[in-house]
């Protein structure tokens, strides 16, 4: 059974309809959005480096991550890269990646939170790299959850997206923190002037 027909025999056997609530929020708002999302970015694990456009990003990513032997991307002005997501064969040619570096859309300042479209084929990148750098233009935080989601477009043509915020963590075994436990160790917000 498709979508369709599901919505189709819910609809048929629906007694009663009722309209929808007015659903009209106003989220928190933020003297200095880009303040408060440095900020919550830092509380849940992150790092924010800022930079220009101008700036050579290759080598200030190079110099966040000196240890680092293999990056991927498939943003075009990112020299340093050995693989990426659009010309790989399988999302496994991934695996191994030291530094993902991607293009984040829209960054929310109430909790560090960071729009990710998928932009490429393989959005693995996103989740197998040990590290990720998240470029991010500053004049794109909004203050909350609310108004991020009512800038949101499905326009890509793969039509997936996430928000990521810090590294991945968990403390479900033994209470024990882990850092990367389902995606990156590490990240860093590349917030651009």
Known sequence: MNKEELFSKLKANTREQYDMP???????????TCRQFKEMTETVGGKVVEAKKTD???????NIYPEAQTFASNLPFIDIA????DTVADAKELNGTDVGIIQGELGVAENAC?????????KAVCFISEYLVILLDRQNIVNNMHE???RIEMNSEYNFGTFI????????????LVMGAQAARGVTVLLLD
């Open 165 to 176: 915020s810090g590294p991945s963590k968990t403390a479900d075994i033994e209470q024990a």
């Open 114 to 122: 960071v729009w990710v479209p998928q932009t490429m084929k393989e």
């Open 56 to 62: 050579d990003l290759n080598l200030i990513i190079r």
């Open 148 to 150: 991020a989601y009512s």
């Open 22 to 32: 007015d659903m009209h929020i106003n989220g928190i708002t933020y003297p200095d």
């Open 82 to 85: 050995q693989k990426n997501p």
